[in-house]
Each structure stands twice: as structure tokens, then as C-alpha cells.
């Protein structure tokens, strides 16, 4: 026989209510806790003004005008592997985020079953539609979306990350490999000047105007500088090596190991405040997602102290499979609605010590947010005075280059007026090309510290939009600073 629901007459004013309650449940969470980042008003290393385009923040290497090396960035954005994991690790995320709230929207299962009667006197077959409805209130529903959401966002600051890591490392070993490149060919001229003066020595020798000392310490100079030649050879190699991993290749390309010119870097300024560093650090959007993530696993720790309430309903249909009375005894379908209730009573306490746990999880995501931004500031402080100092530094070995350069030509027209021993000219030629050296090593100092500095400050292309597709609804659980 079916089965007959009756349908009350609805009261309005009780429906009202009804759905008032059940939204003010529904948003029932604790508010996010208000992050203020304690950074200074001003930089201690501040840069001086300079008439100079501000450099970009997601372009800052083109202030090197080198080519080669803008080629082999985009390349390695293309190709990089550990930033396309990022990517993969990104969509996983954002594929679990568009279903997060699905969990509480209704819900319709599909089943059958066999059952035998307890007397063994008939089997069924049962087909049936179930269906239930999570309310997701006492702010489950809430927490959910706050951990969907800090996943994201934790997702995008790590892509960031992996960007930002990538262009910094590629530009540092891009210099260092034309640095050592330029730094070969200076001890190849100071071998080949050692070289000249020792054949010089020994013709002495041989006409007795110098002791066999001299020719010692002449040829070990020599071996010294040939020796020295095994550091830059080696470092060329090595940084190829990382550069073609970074580019996700096996081997590095052959234009690379082609000597070539140090990018210089040119003209720039910094247009930048600590307020700035809180919004590009990728570091600091990791930190404030993690904020997020810890505030809605507090959110559902807090709902699971309240009972689960939602909708239920189902359809059941039977048939017999085997009968040993004439006559079946039940009828063939039945439904049922009505509220589920699931009501936490005792535990021995271990939801509330989970939830207790999560309060002090959420604290501990608070603090790592102010040592993200601290560590931000120092590192950005840190480079800022390693600016400084490798400019002051390449300053002073250019002048020192330069008047080394202006006595090895004056040495020169002395040799030449038959004033001075070739020696002479031998000993100032190798003290110009070692001030070369020194100016060129100071010259990749300075590169890398302007390197170092815009790493510190989050400076890479930001992702594209094939890589973050963030849904357009607008964001109500931004953490508050």
C-alpha cells in the first residue's frame, strides 16, 4: 500500500524565523584574526635618487640590456621544472577548490541490495534513490571555504615562489658563467706576461746579470698562474651545467661556453616601501594563506563541537526474489523525508582538545606570518647595504684599474724611449690585468647583489593566466592587516 505524507499548512512567520536562525548557524565562525605586520617606515639602506626609469619588479633584469640573457630567462620560465610542478600542484588545487561547497549542497546516491527476510522464508531485491542534504551550520560550511581558499592562495604564492627562485637563479648564474668566462681570459694575458718573464730571467741567467733565484721565483709565478687558470674553467662549466638544468635541459647550449661580455647593469632606481614588500613577497602571501588554512580548521574543529544537521530522504522500491508464501506481506515501495540530526554527546573530550589544538595551530600560523614579513625586511635591508658596498667596492676598482692603466702606458713609452727594461713592462702589464680582475669580480659583486635584492623582493613575471585561473566570485575571507 503507498505510503501518504500529510502537508502541514506552512506559517510564514515561522519560516522567517525558521531561515533567520538557520543562517545566522550557518555563519556561525570565528572571525579571522587581523594580521599587522610590524615593518619599518623606511628603509635603513635607502637608495639614492637617481634620474634612472624605476626598475620593474617583474622585469628587473632587462636593467642588464643584455639580450642573450632576456632569451634565456623566458626559456627557463617555459621550461623549468620545478615551476611547472608548481603549476600541476596549482590546478590540483584549484580542481579540489571549484568543489569545496559542494559537500553541502544536496545530494542524490543511486543503490541496490539483496536481502534475505529473517525467517528465511523470502529474499528481495531492493532499488532505491537516497538523498540528503548537509546544512553545513555552526560554521562548517564557513570553514570549509576558508581552508578551499587558503589552499589556493597557497598554491599561487608557491608558483610565485618557484618564479621568483627561478629568474634570480638564472640571472646569478648567467653572470657568474660570463664573469668567469671574462675572468679566464685575464689569467690566459697574466699566464702568457709570467710566461714572458721567466723566458726573460733565464736569458739574464745566461748572461750572468741575474742569480738562478730569480729564474725560481719567476717560474713560480708561472705554475701559479697557470694554477689559477683551473678556477674559472671549472666555474664556467659548472655554472653551464646549471643553467641548462634550470632550463630543463640535459646538456648546456653551445653558444654559452663562447666566451662572451658580463652583462653591466645600467642606470636603475628603487621605487619600493616595506607597505610594498607585505603585497609582492610571495613568501608573505604563503605565510597569510597558511593564516587561512589554520582559521578554517579551527572553524570545522569548532563545528564538530555542535550537532551535524541536514535533510534526508529516500525511495525504495522491493520485488521478490524467492517467496515460500503464497503472497508477498510488504508493499512494493515506501519513502521517507525528514531532518538528520547527528548529535556529539561524549567523547572524553577529544573534540574539544582537537579543538583547542587548532586554536593554538591558528596562534602559531599568526606568528609565522610576522617572521615571514621580518625575515622579508631583513633580507631586503641585508641587500640593500650589499648594494651599497659592491657599488662602493666596483667604483674603487675601476679607479685603481684606471691608474694602473695609465702607468702601464707610461711604462710602455719609457720602454719604448729604451728608458726601462722590458721587465718593467712585463710587471705593469700583469699589475693592470690584475686590477682587471679585481674590477671585474667587483663588477659581479654588484650585479649579484642587485640580483639578491630583487629576489628578496619578490621580483619575477607574475603567473599567467593559463596557470592561475582564480574564480571570479569576489573574496569575502581576505585576512584582514
Given at each position: ?27 556561525c ?9 610590524s615593518v ?16 620593474d619588479?617583474?622585469?628587473?633584469w632587462?636593467?642588464?640590456a ?10 627557463a ?10 603549476v ?5 588545487v584549484r ?26 522464508n ?5 532499488v532505491?534513490?537516497d538523498?540528503?542534504?548537509e ?8 570553514g570549509t571555504?576558508r581552508e578551499?581558499?587558503?589552499a589556493?592562495d ?6 610565485r615562489i ?6 634570480a637563479?638564472?640571472?646569478r ?22 710566461e714572458h ?17 730569480a ?5 713560480a709565478?708561472?705554475?701559479?698562474s697557470?694554477?689559477?687558470l683551473?678556477a674559472?674553467?671549472q ?24 666566451p662572451?661580455t ?22 608573505i ?9 589554520a582559521?578554517g580548521?579551527?572553524a570545522?574543529?569548532h563545528?564538530d ?8 530522504g529516500?525511495?525504495?522500491w ?7 508464501r503464497?503472497?508477498a ?13 547527528n ?6 573530550g ?17 606568528l609565522?606570518?610576522?617572521q ?11 641587500a ?7 657599488q ?25 724611449l ?9 710587471e ?10 679585481e ?5 659581479a659583486?654588484h ?12 621580483g619575477?613575471p ?8 582564480t574564480?571570479?566570485?569576489?573574496r ?6
Open positions: 500500500m503507498p505510503l501518504r505524507l500529510s502537508k502541514p499548512t506552512p506559517n510564514p512567520l515561522r519560516t522567517c524565523l525558521l531561515g533567520a536562525m538557520l543562517c545566522g548557524l550557518a555563519a565562525a570565528a572571525p579571522l584574526p587581523k594580521l599587522a605586520p619599518p617606515a623606511q628603509w635603513q639602506h635607502a637608495i639614492a635618487s637617481d634620474p634612472a626609469k624605476p626598475s619588479l617583474h622585469g628587473w632587462h636593467a642588464f643584455d639580450p642573450e640573457l632576456d632569451t634565456v630567462v623566458d626559456r620560465l617555459a621550461n623549468n621544472l620545478d615551476v611547472a610542478q608548481a600541476e600542484r596549482l590546478r590540483a580542481a579540489l577548490h571549484s568543489t569545496a561547497q559542494a559537500h553541502y549542497l544536496p545530494s542524490l546516491r543511486a543503490s541496490t541490495n539483496d536481502v534475505v527476510e529473517p525467517s528465511a523470502a529474499s528481495y531485491l531492493l532505491g534513490f538523498a540528503n542534504w546544512l553545513g551550520l555552526f560554521g562548517r560550511a564557513e571555504r578551499a581558499r587558503g589556493l597557497a598554491g599561487i604564492a608557491d608558483l618557484a618564479r621568483v627562485s627561478l629568474v637563479e638564472v640571472v648564474e648567467w653572470i657568474e658563467l660570463r664573469t668567469a668566462q671574462q675572468q679566464e681570459q685575464l689569467l690566459s694575458r697574466i699566464n702568457q706576461s709570467r718573464e721567466w723566458q726573460q730571467q733565464q736569458v739574464r741567467q745566461h748572461l750572468h746579470l741575474v742569480a738562478s733565484s729564474v725560481d721565483q719567476a717560474q709565478a708561472l705554475a701559479q697557470t694554477a689559477a683551473a674559472p674553467r666555474a664556467v662549466t659548472a655554472s653551464a651545467q646549471r643553467l641548462a638544468m634550470l632550463l630543463g635541459q640535459n646538456q648546456p647550449d653551445a653558444a654559452w661556453l663562447q662572451g658580463p652583462p653591466e647593469l645600467g642606470a636603475w632606481k628603487l621605487d619600493s616601501t616595506p607597505a610594498d614588500l607585505v603585497r609582492t613577497r610571495p613568501e602571501a604563503r605565510a597569510e594563506a597558511d593564516v587561512l588554512q582559521a580548521a579551527l570545522l574543529a563545528a563541537m555542535f550537532p551535524t544537521i541536514g535533510l534526508g529516500s525511495i525504495d522491493s520485488t521478490d526474489i524467492d517467496n515460500n503464497k503472497y506481506t510488504t508493499p512494493n515501495s515506501i519513502v521517507s523525508l525528514g531532518p538528520e540530526l548529535i556529539p554527546l561524549f567523547d572524553w577529544i573534540r574539544l582538545a582537537a579543538k583547542h589544538a587548532k586554536d593554538h595551530e591558528l596562534k602559531a600560523s599568526v609565522a606570518y610576522r615571514a614579513v621580518l625575515q622579508g625586511v631583513t633580507e631586503v635591508e641585508t640593500l647595504g650589499g648594494v651599497q658596498q659592491q662602493q667596492r666596483e667604483q674603487h676598482s675601476l679607479l685603481a684599474w684606471q691608474a694602473l692603466q695609465r702607468v702601464d702606458q707610461s711604462v710602455q713609452t719609457r720602454v719604448s729604451q728608458l726601462g727594461s722590458p721587465l718593467e713592462r712585463v705593469s702589464r700583469i699589475a693592470a690585468d690584475q686590477a682587471a680582475l674590477l671585474a669580480d667587483a663588477r659583486g650585479s649579484l647583489a642587485y640580483v639578491a635584492l630583487f629576489k628578496a623582493l619578490g619575477a607574475l603567473p599567467t593566466a593559463a596557470e592561475v585561473d574564480p571570479p566570485a569576489a569575502s575571507d581576505q585576512v584582514q592587516r
